[in-house]
C-alpha cells in the first residue's frame, strides 16, 4: 500500500521568501507525484506532476527517488500563493491509479 | 459545460437518516472518484468507479455504498448516517492521477 505523509500542517512565510512545502512517499513500486492546490473559495485543482517536470506559476518539485520526497519549492513567494497545498501519488505500475493523498499543508503568505 | 456538478452543497442529517450525493459530469471521462476530506487528515478514498457498471472500495468504504448506474452519473449513499460520517465529500474524475473535482458536499450528522 502507497503512504504520503507531508509533516507540516502549516507553514507562515512572508511575501519574497522562498518556500518548500515537504512531501514525503513510501510505495514499493513505480509512482507518479502530484501536487494539488485549493485556494480559498475555489476547486482543488493540479498544480503539477513529476513527468511533466514543469513549472506552474513559478513552483518546481523534483522527484527524489533516493529520498522518496517530491517536495514543492517556489523562490519568491506572493500573497496570492495563500492556499492549502495536497501531494497525492498515484500507482504507475498497477491498474488501480487511484490517487493518495497527503494530509495537506496550508500555506500563508503574509504581506 | 459545467465539468463536475455535485448535489447537494449542503445538508444537515440527524444520525441514522439516510441520503444520497450525487455527481454528474459531462467531460465523458470513464473513471469516477469520491473522497472525503477532514481536517488533518486530507482527502481519503471512499469508492472509485473505473467505468459504468463497476465500483471498488478505497481506503474509508464502510458506512457507506456507491452506484454507477451509467457514464454520467456516479452517487454516494449514507444508509444511516453517524456523526464519524461529518466531513466534505468530493466527486472527481480522470484517470492517471490528473483529476477533475467538483465543488464538494458539506455534510453535517447531529
Known amino acids: 500500500a502507497q503512504r504520503v505523509t507531508q509533516p507540516e500542517k502549516l507553514l507562515s512565510v512572508f511575501k519574497g521568501a522562498p518556500v518548500e512545502l515537504k512531501c514525503n512517499y513510501s510505495y514499493s513500486g513505480s509512482p507518479e507525484l502530484f501536487w494539488y492546490v485549493q485556494y480559498s473559495r475555489q476547486r482543488l485543482q493540479l498544480l503539477l506532476r513529476h513527468i511533466s517536470r514543469e513549472s506552474i506559476k513559478g513552483f518546481t518539485a523534483d522527484l527524489n527517488k533516493g529520498e522518496t520526497s517530491f517536495h514543492l519549492k517556489k523562490p519568491f513567494a506572493q500573497e496570492e500563493d495563500s492556499a492549502m497545498y495536497y501531494c497525492?501519488?498515484?500507482?504507475?505500475?498497477?491498474?488501480?491509479?487511484?490517487?493518495?493523498f497527503g494530509s495537506g499543508t496550508r500555506l500563508q503568505v503574509q504581506p | 459545460n459545467a465539468g463536475v456538478t455535485q448535489t447537494p452543497k449542503f445538508q444537515v442529517l440527524k444520525t441514522g437518516q439516510s441520503m444520497t450525493l450525487q455527481c454528474a459530469q459531462d467531460m465523458n471521462h470513464n473513471s469516477m472518484y469520491w473522497y472525503r476530506q477532514d481536517p488533518g487528515m486530507g482527502l481519503r478514498l471512499i469508492y472509485y468507479?473505473?467505468?459504468?457498471?463497476?465500483?471498488d472500495k478505497g481506503e474509508v468504504p464502510n458506512g457507506y455504498n456507491v452506484s454507477r448506474l451509467n457514464k454520467r452519473e456516479f452517487s454516494l449513499r449514507l444508509e444511516s448516517a453517524a456523526p464519524s460520517q461529518t466531513s466534505v465529500y468530493f466527486c472527481?474524475?480522470?484517470?492517471?492521477?490528473?483529476?477533475?473535482f467538483g465543488a464538494g458536499s458539506r455534510l453535517t450528522v447531529l
Open positions: 497525492a501519488l498515484s500507482p504507475m505500475d498497477t491498474g488501480r491509479r487511484a490517487l493518495t
Open positions: 472527481a474524475l480522470g484517470r492517471t492521477g490528473v483529476l477533475t
Open positions: 468507479s473505473a467505468s459504468e457498471g463497476t465500483t
